[in-house]
């Protein structure tokens, strides 16, 4: 089995920052692509920023150069930093990797929370 757990979510003041994190664990081969995902209260899940294993990155017109994602192929870790944060990007993140155990296959995160609000 594959698990992927975020953790670094919270209450921050509009301006502030956070970092996320997301770890995967679990009897796999390989990850490919790790991606990170937000869903607002009332709206769809939203693609932000993906990370390929060598590092490409590409993100939403939305976030970009607000957020930045970044990952360690040696823990098998995907982060998302946010800065500059906004009362709209409370939402929950997910995060998202493509991982390879028999056959390769999407696997997704249980979500944090994160609320903008002064």
């Known amino acids: 089995q594959v698990q992927l757990v975020e953790s670094g979510g919270g209450l921050v003041q509009p301006g502030g920052s956070l970092r996320l994190s997301c770890a995967a664990s679990?009897?796999?081969?390989?990850?490919?692509?790790m991606a990170w995902y937000r869903q607002a209260p009332g709206k769809r899940r939203e693609f932000i920023a993906r990370?390929?294993?060598?590092?490409?990155?590409n993100y939403a017109d939305s976030v970009k150069g607000q957020f930045t994602i970044a990952r360690d192929n040696a823990k098998n870790m995907v982060y998302l930093q946010m800065n500059s944060l906004k009362p709209e990007d409370t939402a929950v993140y997910y995060c998202?990797?493509?991982?390879?155990?028999?056959?390769?296959?999407?696997?997704w995160g249980q979500g944090t929370q994160v609320t903008v609000s002064s």
């Open positions: 998202n990797a493509n991982v390879r155990t028999d056959i390769w296959r999407n696997y």
């Open positions: 679990g009897n796999f081969v390989a990850i490919n692509d």
């Open positions: 990370i390929s294993h060598s590092g490409s990155t």
